[in-house]
């Protein structure tokens, strides 16, 4: 007897996934050997606006409107460095900016009256990520600084600064849940650690039994975090190895037992992750992939001929090279199953990441090797069943 085919709700991705359109996007080019930090200049904002980077200047576009033009926030100056990365304030700062350049610049932008609150310089910014009243930074040597952006001036939010360093190498995403009570990292070296908001210099023992510790551990650089909105001890994250490949991981947060979870809790995969989002209507997670693994196909002799029709007898044919399927691509999961819901290809060149938009419909794909961002549908709306009528109700009984 086959298997019943599955069912999938009316807002599930299965039925919703699709292109929408698309927007101009570049990315600053590396200025120097020290500007190694992967760039990611593009966010969105709780009004609902893509805030994105074309080379040195920030835009944003409303989403609202499918006919607004992006207007130009800003513009990163040459001695500041190249624009790196840009970051939305959540529900407490839905109108807060911050910008970072490869010279280590952190500035805050008022996104409404399209002002500079502050700005400031550190060494080095590889990671930025909005908390409750928390603005929390990553370095190239695994520091984390959290800083309070209702601070008046520099001076005091420096005076505020609280800062840690466990990670051994550069941190390049961080994750708070929306409750704000948590935060998750991860490093270039494959480390996540989980940090409680209320006991912020010591991380949390989680993960798995390592040499007498727990341990959260990826073999390849951790490039994609999310936590879960509606079981809120699962943290997902992702990895991209250096031989193009990548693993999803689950983790319970709140688990003593290795072995207690019913429910898969690592996805080995052919392509790099380089996001995670889970969508806060259905019981789904999205992950983004780069080009993936691509492996030499197996080569075949041809059928002997004579001489006479082709000198060339027994030459090898090379068929084409065998690419990942789920390259350039997203793919949707059912969770906590993570059985595949759909994927689909986005791109001919690299996904380098995505977000979501706020109320969790439409997503846009960073893909900046074709100077584009990618709006697509991801989610429907949720529509509740109706309660029977009385006439429904009376002819029941």
């Not at 001695?79 to 500035?107: E, K, M, Y």
């Not at 790099?272 to 983004?288: G, K, N």
């Not at 706020?358 to 074709?370: A, D, L, M, Q, T």
Request: glycine share 6%.
């Amino acid at each position: 007897m086959t298997p019943a085919e599955p069912t999938y709700a009316p807002h599930s991705a299965y039925h919703v996934l699709r292109s929408v359109n698309n927007i101009d996007y570049s990315v600053a080019p590396a200025g120097d050997a020290t500007d190694s930090a992967p760039a990611s200049p593009v966010s969105w904002s709780q009004s609902n606006a893509v805030v994105f980077g074309r080379g040195n200047r920030v835009h944003y576009k409303n989403m609202a409107d499918t006919e607004d033009v992006a207007q130009q926030l800003c513009k990163v100056t040459s001695s500041f460095g190249n624009l790196r990365l840009v970051q939305c304030g959540g529900q407490d700062q839905p109108s807060l900016v911050a910008l970072a350049t490869s010279h280590g610049w952190i500035q805050l932008w008022d996104i409404v009256t399209k002002k500079m609150v502050m700005n400031w310089k550190l060494k080095s910014v590889t990671s930025l990520c909005f908390g409750q009243n928390m603005l929390t930074i990553g370095d190239e040597k695994g520091t984390l600084r959290h800083y309070d952006p209702r601070a008046n001036d520099s001076t005091k939010l420096k005076e505020q600064l609280k800062k840690v360093t466990r990670h051994q190498g550069r941190i390049l995403n961080g994750a708070w849940k929306e409750d704000g009570k948590f935060l998750a990292t991860g490093d270039q070296n494959g480390l996540v650690l989980v940090w409680d908001a209320r006991r912020p210099r010591v991380p949390l023992e989680v993960g798995e039994m390592v040499q007498r510790r727990r341990k959260m551990q990826h073999t390849g650089a951790v490039t994609a975090l999310a936590w879960c909105p509606w079981q809120s001890k699962y943290l997902v994250t992702g990895d991209s190895t250096a031989d193009s490949t990548g693993s999803i991981r689950v983790w319970d947060v709140n688990a003593v037992d290795d072995n207690a979870s019913e429910w898969p809790t690592k996805i080995e995969l052919d392509a790099q992750v380089t996001s995670l989002h889970f969508s806060p209507h259905i019981r789904e997670l999205l992950s983004t992939h780069g080009p993936g693994k691509v492996v030499p196909a197996p080569t075949t002799p041809s059928t002997p001929i004579t001489p006479i029709d082709d000198p060339f007898t027994n030459v090898p044919l090379h068929a084409d090279p065998i690419a990942s399927r789920i390259s350039n691509s997203v793919v949707v999961h059912q969770f906590p199953t993570m059985r595949p819901v759909t994927n689909m290809m986005v791109a001919k060149k690299n996904v380098a990441g995505s977000v979501l938009s706020p109320n969790g419909h439409r997503i846009v794909f960073s893909v900046p090797e074709e100077l584009q961002l990618k709006v697509w549908e991801v989610w429907g709306k949720f529509k509740a069943p109706k309660p029977p009528s009385l006439y429904e109700a009376c002819a029941i009984r």
